[in-house]
Every structure is written in structure tokens, then in C-alpha cells.
């Protein structure tokens, strides 16, 4: 398949068919039904297209050049013999009930608000754009309806990582993970504390909570990684590629991990929350183990089983004295530390009191 005009076309840089400054309308229609036909299934000759158009040859090729002048992807088909657009360039027609786009509008961002713009992250920042071209192709009816009904509702985004600047990174892991190809980075561990040159192979791209990470095998830890990709500071990726391994399952990587980093043990934890923030913790589902039990005097009990403590620890101290460790003795232990080591931070401020 060739891009661009056949090879029997000759009509050149040929001139655009105006009124003036402005296209007459029935080129404009002419130039409509001629892309609706080579989106179609059926590839039509030069000869074919001018029948159906009921224009001369000359006059499609001029059309078919001003579609290439358009950036609209259309490409000679010898093995079918004809003419066809790039299905990928145009999508269907989707048709969305009213309650559909209103969705698609707010949860792109249309409504949103929050700590950081939806429109600097990766991917999020497309659906903010597919957002607004949904709004600008429904109806005038149905657009004035949705405006008046966005300014009543809204959504408000929990906290971002910083993505500014990382759209070819980004685009550039989604590629090495879809070809399997290994990368090289420069990375910045805050675990380990310092910048480290690693070879990867990357497995999965995955958003949790706040950012965008790359779950890849690393050479160097000898074991599969998750990695933040604002913390990449240089990335190449290889002409190298490699097979996926088999006795890996992506889709249970995190586990039963509070959040995305499974320690290797599984804890059974119980929590005793005061009645002054047990209806508010008990009415979110926080984890896919979790149980939970109202007591007489509002306060409730809940249990979890969750691979290691570190995560859920700092979740735990975000509730301060509402809420009691009652197993397991470890996890307890670690909570009791982090509160005395804040405890002397302040006592310390404040002179000793």
C-alpha cells in the first residue's frame, strides 16, 4: 500500500476549485461524499469515484490531492485496485444518550477541579480533548443542556503527580511494552537514594492513585519492579526484545498489597475505629478483603488481609488517636514507633513541655 496519490495521477499541484477566498459548497460535498467512500469496505478506482461523483477524473485526482494537502491518510490499494482511507484516522460514529456524554464530559475534566491539572498526565490530557470534541459535535439542543447541567455538577480530582513534559516518554514506554522491547534508564530511587542505570524489560503500564509506572523486570534487582516514570531521567529503548514471561501474572502483580507494594507476607490485621470516624471509614470499600463490624457504641471494628504493613501503616497514623491497632502485634509495634518519633518532633518544638 502507498500513501498518497496513485501513481497514474497527474494533475500535480493542480489548483483549488473556489469562489473567491472561500471553497464553493459543492466541492465542499463533493469532497464529504468522497471521504465516506473510501471509508468504506468497497476500494474504488479514479474511473468509479468520478461516476459516482459525476466529475472527470482530472477533477478527483485534484480532490484526492487536496485530501493529502488535508493530512487525511488515504493510500492506493493495488492489491484490491482502488482507493481507501486509513481506517484508523477516522473512528465511527458513536451515538451517546444524553446521560453518556454528560459522563464522558465530567469525568474527563469538563467539571473537574483539583490539586494538579488532569491535562498535564499522560492520556488523561487526550480524554480532556476527546471531551471537548464530544461537546462540540452534539447537537445545539443537547450542548446547551449539558452546559447548563455542568455548571451544577462537579468532581473533584484527588492529588496528581507532576507529568509536564512526559508525553514522548510516555509514548515511548507504551511502545517498548506493546513490541517487548528492553529499555535502558536512568532512574531516581527514593528507596535506594540514589540514581541508578538499569536494563528493563518492560511488562505493563499501570495508573494507581496519583501517578503512571512501568512494571518491568529488572536485570539488576533480578526480580520485577514497579517503577515511577516522572522519577525516569533518561530512557533508550533497544532494538532487543523479549518473551513475556509465562509464570507471571500481571493482573495479580500488586496482590493483596494495601496499595501497589506487596512485602511477600500477608498480614491479618484488625482495626478498632472510635465512633467519631467509624461511619466515615466504614462506608468506603478500601480493600477487596475487607470486613467490617458496627459496635453498640458507634464505634467499629475492621478487618483486613493485606500483603505487608508499611503501606497500610501510613494510612492507619492519617487517623491519629481515632483508631487503635488491635492485631497484628508487628504492625502495632511500627505504628506505636512513627507516633512516639512524631511525639518528640513536637516536644521538641515546643521546648520540651
Not at 85 to 111: Q, Y
Request: with cysteine; aromatic share 8%.
Amino acid at each position: 500500500m502507498l500513501m498518497g496519490p496513485c501513481p497514474d495521477s497527474r494533475a500535480g499541484n493542480a489548483g483549488i476549485e473556489t469562489v473567491g477566498p472561500i471553497m464553493s459548497i459543492s466541492r465542499i460535498h463533493r469532497l464529504l461524499r468522497l471521504i465516506t467512500m473510501l471509508q468504506g469496505s468497497r476500494r474504488y478506482t479514479a474511473a468509479e469515484l468520478a461516476d459516482e461523483l459525476e466529475v472527470s477524473k482530472r477533477t478527483i485526482f485534484r480532490d484526492l490531492n487536496m485530501l493529502e494537502l488535508a493530512g487525511i491518510p488515504y493510500f492506493f490499494d493495488h492489491d484490491a485496485g482502488g482507493y481507501a482511507v486509513s481506517p484508523h484516522f477516522f473512528l465511527p460514529a458513536i451515538n451517546l444518550s444524553l446521560t453518556e456524554a454528560l459522563a464522558v464530559l465530567l469525568l474527563t475534566g469538563r467539571a473537574g477541579r483539583g490539586p494538579g491539572p488532569a491535562g498535564d498526565t499522560p492520556l488523561l490530557s487526550a480524554a480532556v480533548q476527546a471531551a471537548t470534541k464530544i461537546e462540540s459535535a452534539l447537537p445545539s439542543s443537547v450542548s446547551r443542556h449539558v452546559g447548563s447541567v455542568l455548571r451544577r455538577l462537579d468532581v473533584t480530582r484527588g492529588p496528581v503527580a507532576r507529568h509536564v513534559g512526559l508525553d514522548d516518554l510516555f509514548a515511548q514506554l507504551t511502545e517498548a511494552v506493546s513490541r517487548r522491547r528492553i529499555c535502558q534508564i536512568l532512574y531516581l530511587s527514593f528507596y535506594e537514594r540514589k540514581q541508578m542505570r538499569l536494563t528493563v524489560r518492560p511488562l505493563r503500564m499501570a495508573f494507581v492513585r496519583r501517578a503512571w509506572y512501568v512494571i518491568a523486570y529488572s536485570a539488576h534487582h533480578r526480580e520485577i519492579r514497579t517503577f515511577k516514570i516522572t522519577r525516569i531521567r533518561k530512557l533508550t529503548v533497544t532494538e532487543r526484545t523479549f518473551d513475556e514471561p509465562r509464570d507471571v501474572d500481571l493482573d495479580k502483580h500488586f496482590g493483596r498489597a494495601w496499595g501497589m507494594i506487596p512485602e511477600g507476607k500477608v498480614h491479618n490485621i484488625h482495626l478498632h475505629f472510635k465512633p467519631k470516624v467509624a461511619g466515615n471509614v466504614v462506608e468506603v470499600f478500601w480493600h477487596e478483603s475487607q470486613r467490617v463490624r458496627f459496635n453498640d457504641d458507634g464505634s467499629a471494628d475492621v478487618w483486613f488481609r493485606v500483603d505487608g504493613i508499611r503501606e497500610i501503616s501510613w494510612w492507619i497514623l492519617g487517623y491519629g488517636d481515632q483508631v487503635q491497632v488491635l492485631a497484628p502485634a508487628a504492625l502495632r509495634r511500627r505504628v506505636a514507633k512513627t507516633a512516639a518519633g512524631m511525639l518528640q518532633i513536637y516536644r521538641r518544638q515546643d521546648g520540651g513541655e
